[in-house]
């Protein structure tokens, strides 16, 4: 995306903001992509192809599906991320802080609306910027939700408010971010995780680990050293703060930076949302029925997802 506009939607007013961004003529994107070379091709996005540049143009290595970028890989079936824990937790950090930024210390307060793994760059160092922000909606000082009569997004990441009722806010992305840390934690995606004990998806198994008291399981496959266990458990308990089914439950992104960066005690999570496919399948049969209707009496036309 060379610029763009985002923009501020209610339903009490039809009021658009734009958000300014830095814009490049074909010629310098054309220099910096070495024109358009497949050299600097990392891959097809939703918007088309996504291509390597210097970091003055916001571009990044691309986590993809594809099996390796410039050293960054993914597993085969299940796209883990092979990189050590410091370089995990390193990401997971990064990603809260990015977010925090969006929602609390940018000029416009932010809602992103699509955060998950293939959204997420890496520069050459692997310090990880938010990116693909063709679904975000700016918030105006007071403003905290809104809804939306289309609900556009991606299964697995969607929390349950906003794939059911159209709501969505700042705990919307929160909810996303709590995917991300399980799915970088363990290695696996939630959409499509399976498990030959049950039918949970990557949400509800580590849900499951936790309450059993076993939730270094969720790692049991990629292993992590033990000076960086306590890191690893705390991450998994934020993540599941994250992804709690009621939004008054997850904790707003400053906290969850604060939850990560020290060692203070974290309260018990409750049932998290959408911890079976079945939710989604059924979330997802419930829209494209327009059932069931949204609080404010607005209904769901339509889940895409991308």
């Not at 079936?77 to 950090?93: G, Q, V």
């Not at 000029?107 to 063709?134: A, C, Q, V, W, Y």
């Not at 909606?137 to 159209?166: D, L, M, Q």
């Not at 400053?254 to 949302?273: A, R």
Request: aromatic share 10%; glycine share 8%; net charge negative.
């Amino acid at each position: 995306m060379l610029t763009g506009k985002m923009q501020r939607r209610s339903n009490n007013n039809d009021m658009k903001e734009e958000l300014e961004l830095p814009f490049f003529n074909m010629d310098e994107l054309a220099s910096a992509t070495n024109n358009f070379s497949d050299s600097n091709k990392l891959g097809e996005g939703g918007f088309g192809p996504v291509y390597k540049a210097p970091m003055e143009f916001c571009v990044a290595y691309h986590l993809s599906t594809d099996k390796s970028h410039n050293g960054l890989t993914w597993a085969d079936e299940t796209h883990s991320l092979l990189l050590d824990w410091p370089k995990r937790y390193n990401i997971i950090n990064g990603i809260a802080r990015g977010l925090l930024y969006l929602h609390q210390d940018s000029r416009l307060r932010i809602i992103h609306r699509d955060l998950k793994t293939s959204n997420i760059l890496l520069d050459d160092e692997m310090n990880p910027k938010i990116s693909d922000f063709g679904l975000a909606r700016s918030f105006g000082e007071n403003e905290t939700e809104a809804n939306t009569n289309k609900v556009a997004g991606t299964y697995g990441y969607i929390s349950p408010e906003y794939a059911n009722y159209g709501l969505y806010s700042l705990k919307s992305d929160v909810f996303s971010f709590g995917v991300l840390v399980l799915e970088i934690v363990s290695g696996y995606r939630n959409r499509g995780f399976s498990h030959p004990d049950h039918h949970l998806n990557l949400i509800g198994h580590a849900w499951m680990l936790f309450k059993q008291g076993r939730p270094l399981e969720l790692v049991a496959r990629s292993g992590v050293e033990t000076p960086y266990l306590s890191e690893v458990l705390r991450s998994i308990h934020v993540g599941l703060l994250c992804v709690q089914e009621n939004t008054e439950d997850r904790p707003n992104i400053s906290h969850v930076v604060l939850m990560l960066g020290n060692e203070d005690e974290l309260p018990q999570p409750k049932q998290p949302g959408f911890f079976t496919e079945r939710d989604l399948d059924e979330a997802s049969y419930s829209t494209s029925q327009n059932k069931p209707p949204s609080a404010n009496g607005c209904s769901i036309s339509m889940l895409e997802a991308r």
